[in-house]
């Protein structure tokens, strides 16, 4: 059972039962602000556990996915105030096996907003807890789509881009967006004239 509570003169928010918002609860009058990259970067830190391996002493793939899901939800949810769901992963390339004992570090930022869409990029390092040795181990792209309080997919805030390697990833994910809309089997290479144009350039040079 759910009641409405009038928060605001134009806004009926549902609240349940238990007087406990919604998780989804924003506040209309900001859902719509632009946010800077800093604003939603996320920092994880884990520690590998006999569980998260492989019979190798790896960790397990889809143990490290999870985890950077869960990196690249916190990012998206930070920057749009709202529930978003995943809509795609690509480009997750694993580099360097993470061994048992050692230190996992996911960091993950916007890099472009779209329409109801954004692409979070999450790294991944590996640290040697005896040397404090770090290295790169993975990355990948996370398309995630924010949904409203009825759960419809609903626009999602501007990003503010600040530095010269925030406006190098803005541009390269306009690029990575057509090519999974394409390979999605959502656009066809024709209506992609970014990645056409891009891709002559490259041709050119
Ligand atoms: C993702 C989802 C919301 C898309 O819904 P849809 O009705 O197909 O929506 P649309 O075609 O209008 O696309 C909505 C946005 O998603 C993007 N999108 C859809 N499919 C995509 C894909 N395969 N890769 C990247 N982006 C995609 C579209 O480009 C569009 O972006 P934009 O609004 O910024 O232009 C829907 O398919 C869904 O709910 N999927 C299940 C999500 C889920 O359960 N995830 C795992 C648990 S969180």
Do not use: W
Not at 14 to 23: E, I, M, S, T
Not at 103 to 108: F, Q, Y
Not at 112 to 132: C, D, H, K, W, Y
Not at 184 to 198: E, N, P, Q
């Amino acid at each position: 059972m759910r009641v409405t509570l009038h928060l605001y003169k134009e806004v009926e928010y549902l609240v349940l039962a238990n007087n406990q918002p919604p998780a989804t609860l924003t506040d209309p009058k900001t859902a719509l602000e632009s946010r800077k990259v800093e604003d939603s970067r996320v920092t994880m830190t884990e520690f590998v556990l006999p569980n998260d391996t492989n019979t190798l002493g790896n960790m397990m793939g889809g143990r490290l996915m999870h985890l950077m899901d869960i990196c690249a939800a916190m990012t998206a949810q930070r920057h749009t105030r709202r529930v978003c769901v995943t809509a795609s992963v690509d480009n997750v390339v694993f580099r360097s096996p993470i061994r048992l004992g050692e230190i996992v570090i996911l960091e993950s930022y916007v890099n472009r907003v779209f329409n109801t869409s954004l692409e979070i990029e999450v790294r991944v390092q590996a640290e040697n807890p005896m040397t404090g040795e770090r290295r790169q181990a993975n990355t990948a792209y996370f398309t995630f789509v924010a949904v409203d309080e009825q759960y419809h997919k609903t626009a999602a805030p501007p990003i503010e881009v600040e530095t010269k390697e925030h406006q190098r990833r803005y541009e390269a994910a306009l690029h990575r967006r057509d090519l999974r809309l394409i390979f999605a089997g959502r656009k066809r290479l024709d209506d992609a004239s970014h990645l056409r144009d891009y891709l002559l350039s490259t041709i050119e040079q």
